[in-house]
């Protein structure tokens, strides 16, 4: 399946291309991020939003562009200046899932505390992934709030937007999440995680800056002590799909769903003999496993597992979700897991093609095993991903088990007919690429796996044709402008997938930038461009400059008018599904995959 340089956006360092959100007009946006002074301006903010909130509907999260809706007329009904637009929206998503926080018992909530409220000076504490190993000297609020948070049963971190908190999520240790951060941060922190539905709440910082930082104290221990209670209504989640998704990739589940031929162990399981300690005709289904276990958003297993419970009575989404979702039949979860065997091939095929030095962390395949065994590891799970849906003949019906064999075989052929154009252009003396031309690679490449994951959930639950036009349509739009962002991404510095800013650039790939940049500069800066992917400058000078050149031809604001476009006609194709739950899951995809604000750059060093 589709090849995935995917990212999620983050601050670049101060001398680096940056990136921020913006307005629909395109400009940049920190002129909405600030905190509302003095403080009886926020709590007459806050105390209006908390009424608004009251009569909204909360069977349902509310999408950011209905959060931004309200908040911008909330502040114009008092008279507020739009810069508080940032703070309002956290105050609102707050207020919204109160109610959700509260029916959250205080053993399954988790707080998180920033590090900059600690006193830097003195403080002794040591950090490791987890965040900050407090001390609890007492030199700072932070040894107080933690008190008072575990006296009460939270579970308690001091970091911020730190990975590991989503999977503390997914791995269903907490269901609720109270923060503490500057808005930057609750941005890139919450917002897919309000999406999701998963209930949180935050105080924002006062300043930000890392340090003397300031903060609403009485507001936090308010927040703390959020009382559990019922919650009137019950906002449906897909947090419980998540979890399932997730949890398939768990050794155990892995091994359960897809037994293994050759029995070789795990290989974090080899007291650091690696493969040595495995039999030779072991060693590729070993390596097959544990790549297929090291990592990635499973957001493709996710999709068709959502599909087919929407299709099959909604359950996942309601508060007795859990139990929904126990009950999905090991035959779409293989399928689901199939998808994602195609889609982790793809990706050891890429960094092959790309000769990338890391995925997920750690070394790529080919680095860490050679090209060979790696080309072989990549075969091996497309095989492995065929095996899965033909393997269970008494789960599947015939007829049900060769539409989606036809579906994936498409959809592979489309990305190797996408990625071959790729690897022609990036090899060819010409250099040209119109922006039409890159968004056709785009939806042979991404858009694919996309539609596979989404009319295989709607096969497994029943016939596709009423569905097929409007999926179609949808994993197209989702698929291109999925990819334009992965673009905007891989020009900043914090890739969870990758290393390194401007790798694109740097190994000839088109992207729609390229293009953009292409089309909107003169005949000398377009040869100047061509020219930084072969000269002997430093891969720093070649990138700072091809930010400048993207910059004059103004490609990242139209890169991000692009996402918008998409997004927009993504939304339009779900419209056209008559299924509730399965429009209502299309809509959530296409704003939680999609539905940032659109990027652009802020300043070029």
Known sequence: MPHDRSSTASDAGAADVSYGPVTGDGRASEHLKRVPEPRALRERIRNAVVELTAGLDKSRPLARREMESHARTLLASLDSSESFLGWTMVAMASAFWRDQVAAVPYNRRLLLLPRCLRNEEVCPAETNELGLLCQDCGSCELSGLRAEAQQKGYKVMIAEGSPTVMKIILGGYVDALLGVA??????????????????????????????????????????????????????????????????????????????????????????????????????????????????????????????????????????????????????????????????????????????????????????????????????????????????????????????????????????????????LWRDARQKRLSPLDALKIYALKTAPAFE?????????????????????????????????????????????????????????????????AMQGLGEEDRRELTSLVGNACTEEEKIVRAGELYDRADAFRQASALIAKHHQRARAAADQVESEPLRRLLHFLADAILDRRPLSVSETA
């Open 452 to 516: 596979a994951a989404l009319l295989a959930g709607i096969r497994l639950a029943g016939p596709v044709e009423p569905y097929r036009d409007a999926a179609v349509k949808f994993s197209r739009h989702l698929g291109v402008a999925y990819q334009i962002i992965n673009d905007l991404d891989n020009w900043q510095d914090n890739q969870p997938n990758k290393t390194g800013r401007g790798t694109d650039l740097l190994g000839g790939r088109p992207t729609v930038l390229w293009a953009l």
């Open 182 to 423: 500057c808005l930057d941060v609750l941005e890139r922190t919450l917002d897919k995680i309000l999406l999701a539905g998963i209930p949180s709440m935050a105080v924002p910082l006062l300043t930000s800056g890392c340090r003397d930082t300031t903060v609403d104290l009485d507001w936090i221990h308010r927040m703390i002590d959020t009382p559990h209670r019922t919650a009137k209504t019950q906002t449906r989640s897909y947090v419980h799909l998540m979890r399932c998704a997730a949890q398939m990739f768990e050794p155990d589940e892995l091994d359960r769903l897809m037994p293994r031929v050759r029995s070789g162990p795990w290989l974090s399981e080899t007291n650091g003999e690696g493969l040595d300690a495995i039999e030779p005709i072991a060693c590729t289904e070993a390596i097959a496993y544990d790549f297929l276990a090291s990592g990635g958003k499973h957001s493709r297993p996710f999709i068709t597992l959502a599909v087919y419970d929407a299709l099959s009575g909604d359950g996942g989404t309601r508060s007795d979700g859990p139990r929904h979702v126990a009950n999905i039949p090991d035959a779409v979860k293989r399928t689901a897991l199939a998808i994602e065997t195609f889609h982790k091939a793809s990706l050891v095929h890429d960094d092959i093609e790309d000769d990338d030095s890391s995925r997920y962390g750690r070394p790529t395949l080919h680095r860490k095993y050679g090209t060979p065994t790696a080309i072989n590891v990549g075969d091996y799970l497309i095989g492995l991903g065929y095996r899965m849906v033909v393997g269970q003949p008494d789960e599947l019906a015939p007829d049900v088990a060769a539409d989606l064999l036809a579906q994936f075989a498409g959809a592979h052929t489309r990305l190797c007919e996408g990625q071959g154009a790729e690897l």
